[in-house]
């Protein structure tokens, strides 16, 4: 089998001390956020209510590439980092392709995903502020859990806006939020005036991301010393998530590994953002040419079938406008089992990576989707999320035409996490009652109706 | 923090070569298992019938101090090992104690524990045999899940009786046996006689363990070409588990880590004695001084209450008699949430060892456990499995001693796996609902009195 390990990992000498920020290299910049009342550019000042004033100051910065990595951060990310990146040995063997396949497994940590990347960091930068508490939401629960055991780690007392319906699906994830001592109110809830709002006009609502987003910053503005952080989406996310794309790269060059093809699953886009960071500011740089491919859910396809245009963040207007590929914050999106790519926008900096040409789109079938996973579940012994199951379609894919045409192409792709809290979606799929749902044109137009229209 | 890292992680060229097999090195041997009907030592043929006969050699080996580990295995093994071993700075920081403390922690794979290591080497064997199915039984779920993943990964069809209790309280745990392509039957059930029988006989019962394996076993034997697989309990399972310790050695060696105590919990002892296999054999020659502790639950504590006798290995009786500390086979413990340390028996090797006085044994409230497992999670970020709490519980109450004597020991426990299918456990732990239960001496009685009467 060559001299690549099954599982290539780095020292913790070798934890990344910078993250990696696209912006600063991209030719193009995204579109600055605007501010919801006066549709100006947001300042630092406009967003130091809602967010932790360093965040903010990352949020912002178009001008750095690399951006130092505290070393409290550092230290905390030797908990779980670096992660490994694993040789699909048995993948590749069960589907027969002479392609080389790789993936960057970021669930090795309890939380089982990526998103603690970012949670170790934003809490870190919220006790440096001296804040007292902090608001969130939470769609699959990943991006909860990360949290409440970020602030646990740092005892920062936490509210978490839950997804109604994950909440009801999983409610073992919920209780993993509660053991790190995490608050959970399950949304659309009473708690706030926009959760009373939606309740009133859809009173049988499972909730989505985009009205737990507005019950969670609503809280956030109301309440002394507290700020709302987010999971996904915004720049300072995909910031963090960077440490995923520079270990990524640092093992490939020491092993000396060439991906032909980055892929990675796209819901707001921070999994994807941070794995592709270093290798597109390359590529950005003319140094390589990677062709990279964000995957989505069929169910909710904003960068295949979205608009790019500027559109609110939550479902309660009340973010800043973020020029994005977006189906619209009205956009109710089926309850599809990968909770964490239920969101109708993607973030500024990927949508305008995608609009530029930067890299490809597709969008796969949930069914198609737990094939896969089952697939490499067997082969590879990890039960991925269903999030990462679809990068896992792609790949296979990818690896699969590789085999018709004998091509040696070497894919790489980031398994984002675990599915140990998607049982439900697995017996749904081994029962065989699994449905695919797919938003017809009117579905999408009804979306399309709730993007305001600014003009550019 | 000195120059240990948070985790020490060997290289996949470091994983053993050999397996540790206690009994070669110990001064007196456990006694011989007897067959159940004429009550002479078990030969080799007694066994075969039952289990793979490479196991069965494995078993009866007490010369071989070192077994080579088969290179199929070891690829197996570098899917997921070497595991890490964790200064467990965060917790030795909450407590305010000058005690080190590591764990070894074997909850990086999907199976979610330790269960793993004898899994990918006793399908191994089956395979090599020729065997066409397989049948085995599984209590909390994780030597369900462990197996059907090397089943799946050997292509061998799988049938796991799961303890009904378990199975209702954990479907999800089911489900995951099922994406792997087990078959799971909720046990006792009315697919075997033995199942059959103990239903008329206690038609409400939960099931146990004891019951699980009669079932399994009973198949195996009316089924062509099919044998039955154990997780604990046997000295080949133990022997496999021995890759824990040596591990666990060769990077206390590395990095000059000399422990004190080493603490395991204790169910059926695969775990336990995995972990202490290779200091215990220096320990018998006389090379070290280490105190090992094995912790069990008050709610089933063979080692601490149990009689050191011959009995069945399960309820139905139809097991090979082993000489071990036992409750007696027909000890019906109390739906404790630690399924996997239900079992009325321990390892005939490491009752030996605690019968020879080379290990102390104590027993925890669940609830303490829990309190473990919390502040454990809260620290160090991953959430233990309630088994696993049982040794953090015990790490904890040695690290205070510490504290309280101002000495700086080192401390080294046995972290077995993850929490993510024991939820509901640590829900009921939240909500301060959870209750102790401590078997009355009259309730020993009752399973004393199924213990056969063998005169030794």
Chains 1, 2 share one sequence.
Not at 242 to 254: W, Y
Not at 359 to 385: N, W
Not at 421 to 430: L, P
Request: aromatic letters at 10%; proline letters at 6%.
């Amino acid at each position: 089998m060559g001299n690549i390990p099954y599982k290539i990992i780095l020292s913790e000498d070798e934890i990344p001390k910078y993250w990696y920020n696209m912006k600063a290299v991209m030719k193009e910049k995204p579109d600055p956020f605007l501010h919801p009342g006066t549709l100006k550019p947001c300042t630092a000042d406009d967003l130091k209510p809602v967010f932790c004033s360093d965040l903010v100051d990352q949020e912002l910065n178009q001008t750095d590439e690399h951006i130092e990595i505290p070393e409290e951060v550092r230290g905390f990310y030797k908990m779980y980092r670096p992660s490994p990146l694993v040789r699909a040995y048995c993948l590749e063997k069960a589907l027969g392709t002479p392609a080389e396949i790789y993936y960057k497994f970021e669930g090795t940590n309890t939380s089982g995903s990526h998103k603690l990347n970012s949670a170790a960091a934003q809490v870190y930068y919220a006790k440096k502020q001296g804040l007292t508490s902090l608001t969130t939401e939470t769609g699959a629960g990943q991006w909860g859990t990360a949290l409440s055991m970020a602030c646990a780690y740092y005892n920062i007392p936490l509210t978490v806006y839950m997804v109604k319906i994950s909440s009801e699906q999983k409610p073992y994830r919920k209780a993993v939020i509660e053991t790190y001592g995490g608050k959970v109110i399950p949304s659309p809830s009473t708690t706030t005036e926009i959760g009373k709002k939606i309740l009133a006009e859809n009173p049988g609502t499972g909730g989505s991301l985009g009205c737990a987003i507005s019950e969670a910053i609503e809280v956030a503005l109301k309440t002394d010393n507290c700020r709302y952080v987010l999971g996904s989406v915004l720049d300072h996310v995909l910031l963090h998530q960077s440490v995923i794309g520079i270990e990524t790269k640092v093992a490939c060059e020491k092993y000396d590994i060439n991906p032909d093809i980055i892929i990675g699953c796209v819901g707001g886009g921070s999994n994807f953002g941070g794995l592709i960071a270093p290798f597109m500011g390359d590529k950005i740089k003319g140094k390589n040419n990677i062709r990279f491919i964000g995957v989505e859910p069929a169910s909710c396809p904003s960068l295949t079938r979205g608009k790019y245009a500027y559109d609110f963040g939550d479902t309660g207007k009340t973010t800043p406008l973020m020029r994005m590929y977006t189906l619209g914050s009205g956009f109710m999106p089926s309850p599809n089992h990968a909770g964490g790519l239920r969101y109708h926008g993607a973030s500024a900096v990927v949508s305008k990576l995608y609009h530029d040409g930067y890299f490809e789109a597709c969008s796969v079938e949930q069914s198609k989707v737990f094939e896969a996973a089952t697939l490499f579940a067997r082969c590879e012994g990890t039960l991925p999320a269903p999030e990462s199951s679809h990068a896992i379609r792609t790949a296979i894919d990818e690896a699969l035409k590789c085999k018709e045409s004998g091509e040696k192409k070497t894919i790489l792709f980031g398994l984002t996490g675990t599915g140990y809290f998607d049982m439900s979606a697995y017996m749904s799929y081994n029962s065989g009652t699994m449905t695919d749902y797919i938003p017809t044109d009117e579905d999408l137009e009804k979306g399309f109706s709730t993007i305001p229209n600014i003009s550019l």
